[in-house]
């Protein structure tokens, strides 16, 4: 476990997560044990997204994310305003989702702070 904790502290540059997010230390921890979970299982699958995942396909997609990815899964976290009743089934689908959806994510932001800007302008 210890080895894949330092794996994935490396991949999302843990230290630099923490110094520039010191308030949100607990999330970021609550991250790095739900990646290591994974990645440690024994399980042949994992459940995320309300569906049976293989094991090794969750390990793979956790081991690819890096500190923008955790950052995302912050933010959306943080914007969230309705009651999560399983915090850590909706961390574990945020984590496994994020590759797949920060790219909209980004042209969603780009496009809206391009449209306060024209708004701004005219």
Not at 14 to 20: K, N
Not at 53 to 78: G, N, T
Not at 84 to 93: D, F, H, P
Request: with cysteine.
């Amino acid at each position: 476990m210890d080895a894949y904790r330092a794996l994935i502290c490396e991949n999302i540059d843990y230290d630099a997560l923490i110094r520039d997010h010191p308030y949100s230390t607990d999330l970021i921890d609550g991250c790095v044990e739900l990646m290591v979970e994974v990645c440690c299982t024994q399980r042949e699958t994992v459940h995320v997204n309300q569906e049976d995942i293989p094991a090794v396909v969750a390990h793979s997609w956790f081991l690819k994310l890096d500190r923008e990815y955790i950052l995302y899964v912050m933010e959306a976290m943080q914007r969230n305003t309705t009651q999560v009743a399983n915090i850590r089934a909706y961390t574990l689908s945020a984590l496994y989702n994020t590759p797949v959806t920060i790219g909209q994510y980004n042209a969603s932001r780009v496009s809206h702070d391009m449209a306060q800007d024209w708004e701004v302008g005219t």
